[in-house]
């Protein structure tokens, strides 16, 4: 009797140190039923992942002159909110935010003239942002792909000038 309650005790210790641990089966179909009904459910796992970095990048980068609400400053600035540029051609949005952009834009039937300089040194980054602004700020535009981006070149940026 002793060494049956010693067993059920060590087994029933052992199946909770698994379950803890992640490795119990119902926690993790959980875990992806939490995911799988998130604000990006509709987007694949890859894209679903670049989401938190984009959102980062957007704060700390694009916000400046885009604004929290993705409105920008009108004449100054424009939109990224529901804006018929952006959605047009999301590999361009990528390598601009890659390379910066000087060229006149028509965003919404408006013009803007103001450079943007480069926001970002790397693809991922920029797909990365690119996905989230086209799934916020009141827009649900699909995604791009790295593999959309393959061939948008980075070009070398300038050196800064030295110190006087």
Do not use: W
Not at 14 to 20: E, G, P, R, T
Not at 80 to 86: M, R, S, T, V
Not at 144 to 154: D, G
């Amino acid at each position: 009797m002793k060494k049956t309650t010693l067993t059920l005790i060590s087994l029933f210790a052992i199946s909770m140190f698994v379950v803890s641990c992640g490795g119990g089966g119902q926690q993790n179909a959980e875990q992806q039923t939490v995911q799988a009904t998130g604000p990006y459910s509709d987007l694949p796992a890859d894209i679903q992942a670049m989401m938190p970095r984009g959102e980062e990048i957007y704060k700390t980068k694009c916000t400046v002159c885009h604004q929290t609400t993705g409105l920008g400053i009108e004449s100054v600035f424009p939109p990224l909110a529901k804006a018929d540029y952006l959605i047009a051609d999301k590999v361009r949005a990528v390598a601009q935010t890659l390379n910066g952009s000087k060229i006149e834009m028509i965003v919404n039937g408006k013009k803007y003239t103001q450079e943007m300089i480069p926001q970002v040194d790397t693809k991922e980054d920029a797909v990365a942002v690119i996905n989230y602004v086209l799934n916020n700020l009141g827009n649900k535009d699909g995604f791009v792909t790295l593999s959309e981006v393959a061939n948008v070149e980075i070009k070398p940026r300038p050196a800064p000038a030295p110190a006087k």
